[in-house]
T-cell receptor, first 113, second 114 residues
Framework: QQQVKQSPQSLIVQKGGISIINCAYE??????FPWYQQFPGKGPALLIA?????SEKKEGRFTISFNKSAKQFSLHIMDSQPGDSATYFC????????????FGKGTKLTVNP | DTEVTQTPKHLVMGMTNKKSLKCEQH?????MYWYKQKAKKPPELMFV???????INESVPSRFSPECPNSSLLNLHLHALQPEDSALYLC?????????????FGPGTRLTVL
């Protein structure tokens, strides 16, 4: 119930391609869904986030698509660049002001030049 | 200032040592967090402080002792650690309450227990 399932575990994309990472959840009490980007040896940094009352959010080359009925959300990286190579974590937060984030297991993205 | 700072960057300690990790933020956040992250795994929540009071302890062994001296500082005191405690320890902070969701992470302290 508290899990967020993330796939794929790793992803290799050519420069200029589209990277797609998917997450699914069971608990309908989640109401905030962020994506974090983490480079080796660094802390995670918030990339983009969405609430379930919105089906899509775009910030630059990064887009979150959200399907409330399917309880799924995904990150799309358009025109992927080698600098996007990092580990991406989806996460979810319970409604009601809970401070706890539930993370997916992560996806290691490699963008080849 | 939108930064969470952590010291030291790296720490090597023996199993009988006592050491402390420090975290600082000046964003006015009243929630602060300690996470543990093993290689190729997501961050794992350890403790949450809200308004300088411990609000979440995720059943962490007592060899880890958190402390929040004021609204800007968070410490993690370490004693009698085991080699399996070697990991990246991340501090994070956020606003509290409804609608306050973004957690800002520090760069972490890479801990090695010999």
């Amino acid at each position: 119930q508290q899990q967020v399932k993330q796939s794929p575990q790793s992803l290799i994309v050519q420069k200029g391609g589209i990277s797609i990472i998917n997450c699914a959840y069971e608990n309908t009490a989640f109401d905030y869904f962020p994506w974090y980007q983490q480079f080796p040896g660094k802390g995670p940094a918030l990339l983009i986030a969405i609430r379930p009352d919105v089906s899509e959010k775009k910030e630059g080359r990064f887009t979150i698509s959200f399907n409330k009925s399917a309880k799924q959300f995904s990150l799309h990286i358009m025109d992927s660049q080698p600098g996007d190579s990092a580990t991406y974590f989806c996460a979810a937060k319970l409604q009601g002001g809970s401070e706890k984030l539930v993370f997916g297991k992560g996806t290691k993205l490699t963008v080849n030049p | 200032d939108t930064e969470v700072t952590q010291t030291p960057k790296h720490l090597v300690m023996g199993m009988t040592n006592k050491k402390s990790l420090k975290c600082e933020q000046h964003m006015g956040h009243r929630a602060m967090y300690w996470y543990k992250q093993k290689a190729k795994k997501p961050p794992e929540l350890m403790f949450v402080y809200s308004y300088e009071k411990l609000s979440i302890n995720e059943s962490v062994p007592s060899r880890f002792s958190p402390e929040c001296p004021n609204s800007s500082l968070l410490n993690l005191h370490l004693h009698a650690l085991q080699p399996e405690d070697s990991a990246l320890y991340l501090c994070a902070s956020s606003h509290t309450g409804l609608g306050s969701n973004e957690q800002f992470f520090g760069p972490g302290t890479r801990l090695t227990v010999l």
